[in-house]
């Protein structure tokens, strides 16, 4: 008889299912993994709300393959894994990077697996369904890195946005002579500040509209921080940098206005990072980066080869965790989960529990 599972699909913008379906069966090379816990990423909100980054403008250049399971932030133990797997075992708790590599493209053989052209990130293709389920299989062309027996679940789920993260600010190139702008505090935008106060900057300064983010930034780093919702940001920035503006500018909220302020912010020969998602299509002054500063625009994708050293910096305590997560739910209670996520005020990172 077929073994039956619950997990949450996405059909179609705001029709994610709860329902029943079989748990995958694997084959060589690959690990079946029961699922302890998976974060919601903001890419998961903005797929629901029909977001054009996930679902296109028509069939031709649309992104996810639906119906599909989602989530991509999640850690498990290993229940089943096939005889030719090596360096694993029955029983460990793992997690596994967020993209499946094809292994075969240019910059697969070039080792830059994250920007696989086939670009399969769990939970947006049928044949990469997520971590929104009891179970979840994973490919022989998996990453796949063991969790210390000592991280808590908070800690384990966290990996995978704080690799993201951890890749933004290689990209930034972080001088000791920086003034660094991280710009959105959620739980990557505050490891982003963590992360950026560790390269020992002149100045780290954060940026949300919502007050308890902002208390957050101040203990993961921020020397300041700033509500565009209460002063003109560009203003305070150009005060605290005697009219020059900042060095860096990591763009992590996926708000419009913030690439506009971003820009306005930087100094001439100033570096923006791209790094958060955007719902819909952005428009900005390129004047501003060529005739006008000269900006480098610098994107980030997924984690890039991030995932050990951030396992490590938890493990020894640089890397902070302690509040990013701040609600747990059951899979099943998932419309309230996704209602918190987006509306609570005091949300940071949600997970939920399968």
Same mark, same amino acid.
Not at 309 to 315: E, N, T
Not at 339 to 352: G, R, S, T, W, Y
């Given at each position: 008889?077929?073994?039956?599972?619950?997990?949450?699909?996405?059909?179609?913008?705001?029709?994610?299912?709860?329902?029943?379906?079989?748990?995958?069966?694997?084959?060589?090379?690959?690990?079946?993994?029961?699922?302890?816990?998976? =974060?919601?990423?903001?890419?998961?909100?903005?797929?629901?709300?029909?977001?054009?980054?996930?679902?296109?403008?028509?069939? $031709?250049?649309?992104?996810?393959?639906?119906?599909?399971?989602?989530?991509?932030?999640?850690?498990?133990?290993?229940?089943?894994? !096939?005889?030719?797997?090596?360096?694993?075992?029955?029983?460990?708790?793992?997690?596994?990077?967020?993209?499946?590599?094809?292994?075969?493209?240019?910059?697969?053989?070039?080792?830059?697996?994250?920007?696989?052209?086939?670009?399969?990130? @769990?939970?947006?293709?049928?044949?990469?369904?997520?971590? @929104?389920?009891?179970?979840?299989?994973?490919?022989?062309?998996?990453?796949?890195?063991?969790?210390?027996?000592?991280?808590?679940?908070?800690?384990?789920?966290? *990996?995978?946005?704080?690799?993201?993260?951890?890749?933004?600010?290689?990209?930034?190139?972080?001088?000791?002579?920086?003034?660094?702008?991280?710009?959105?505090?959620?739980?990557? =935008?505050?490891?982003?500040?963590?992360?950026?106060?560790?390269?020992?900057?002149?100045?780290?300064? =954060?940026?949300?509209?919502?007050?308890?983010?902002?208390?957050?930034?101040?203990?993961?780093?921020?020397?300041?921080?700033?509500?565009?919702? $209460?002063?003109?940001?560009?203003?305070?920035?150009?005060?605290?940098?005697?009219?020059?503006?900042?060095?860096?500018?990591?763009?992590?909220?996926?708000?419009?206005?913030?690439?506009?302020?971003?820009?306005?912010?930087?100094?001439?020969?100033?570096?923006?990072?791209?790094?958060?998602?955007?719902?819909?299509?952005?428009?900005?002054?390129?004047?501003?980066?060529?005739?006008?500063?000269?900006?480098?625009?610098?994107?980030?994708?997924?984690?890039?080869?991030?995932?050990?050293?951030?396992?490590?910096?938890? !493990?020894?305590?640089?890397?902070?965790?302690?509040?990013?997560?701040?609600?747990?739910?059951?899979?099943?209670?998932?419309?309230?989960?996704?209602?918190?996520?987006?509306?609570?005020?005091?949300? *940071?990172?949600?997970?939920?529990?399968?």
């Amino acid at each position: 008889m077929e073994r039956t599972m619950k997990a949450l699909l996405s059909y179609a913008p705001y029709d994610n299912r709860y329902e029943d379906v079989p748990v995958p069966t694997i084959s060589d090379g690959e690990i079946l993994l029961k699922v302890k816990g998976c =974060g919601i990423c903001a890419g998961d909100v903005k797929s629901y709300h029909g977001g054009i980054r996930i679902w296109g403008t028509s069939e $031709e250049n649309r992104y996810i393959e639906a119906p599909c399971i989602g989530g991509h932030e999640f850690y498990g133990e290993i229940v089943e894994k !096939a005889d030719d797997v090596e360096g694993f075992e029955i029983g460990d708790t793992i997690v596994t990077e967020q993209i499946i590599p094809c292994g075969t493209c240019k910059f697969c053989r070039e080792g830059k697996y994250w920007m696989c052209t086939r670009s399969a990130v @769990f939970g947006f293709k049928q044949y990469a369904n997520g971590g @929104f389920a009891e179970y979840v299989k994973l490919d022989k062309n998996c990453l796949n890195h063991k969790i210390p027996k000592n991280f808590t679940p908070e800690q384990a789920a966290l *990996v995978e946005p704080i690799a993201c993260g951890m890749h933004a600010i290689e990209r930034a190139n972080i001088q000791h002579s920086d003034v660094v702008v991280i710009a959105g505090l959620g739980a990557i =935008g505050l490891s982003m500040v963590n992360m950026a106060s560790l390269c020992l900057p002149k100045l780290v300064i =954060g940026i949300d509209v919502k007050a308890n983010r902002l208390a957050m930034g101040k203990d993961f780093g921020a020397d300041v921080v700033l509500n565009p919702m $209460e002063c003109n940001v560009v203003e305070e920035i150009m005060k605290l940098t005697s009219g020059l503006g900042c060095d860096v500018y990591v763009e992590a909220s996926g708000s419009p206005k913030s690439v506009t302020q971003g820009m306005d912010s930087l100094k001439n020969l100033g570096r923006y990072i791209q790094m958060g998602v955007f719902a819909e299509e952005v428009t900005a002054d390129w004047n501003t980066i060529g005739d006008g500063k000269e900006l480098t625009i610098i994107g980030s994708h997924l984690s890039a080869l991030t995932f050990p050293a951030v396992i490590k910096g938890i !493990a020894s305590g640089l890397i902070k965790t302690d509040g990013l997560i701040s609600h747990k739910f059951d899979l099943a209670d998932w419309t309230e989960a996704f209602q918190v996520a987006e509306k609570d005020p005091n949300a *940071v990172k949600v997970m939920l529990i399968p």
